[in-house]
């Protein structure tokens, strides 16, 4: 590589970026690949074969054809982990049924530490949820 030339440096660096975003539309196709269970194995193969045969044709026909749905997974995917997380974070705090959250609320009230306007409103609170 010449760095002798202004004009050269300017195309490594296009020539790094495109190879970059390739890695990345890549990435991306094959994760979407693998999270479509609708599918099939042999389908997948060939979507795989292509992409290493002709990379960046088969890259965009793959978006272009299958945008729509890797959008679709992808947001889905997305909702599955937040959901599997706020339930981790559900078990490890250790969250009461509402009915200990209102025996709880009825013992503050008992110890004088809330009002009565407060009681009710943790237990509209907790049958609520």
Known sequence: ??????WNVIWYT?????????LMVLFMVLTDL?????????WKVVWIIFL?????LTAFVYL???????????QAAAVAADKASQ?????????ASPAAD???????????????EEYEALKAKALAS
């Not at 296009?14 to 390739?22: D, P, Q, S």
Request: hydrophobic fraction near 50%; charged fraction near 20%; proline fraction near 2%.
């Open 14 to 22: 296009l020539l790094v970026f495109a190879f970059i975003a390739y």
């Open 102 to 116: 209102i025996a709880t609320a009825k013992s503050l009230l008992d110890a004088g530490t809330i009002t009565q």
């Open 87 to 95: 339930e981790y974070i559900r078990n490890a705090a250790g969250k």
């Open 34 to 42: 693998f999270r479509d269970h609708k599918l099939s194995a042999g």
């Open 64 to 74: 272009i054809a299958r945008g729509r749905g890797m959008a679709e997974r992808g």
């Open 1 to 6: 590589m010449d760095w002798s030339s202004f």
């Open 52 to 56: 290493i045969v002709i990379p960046y």
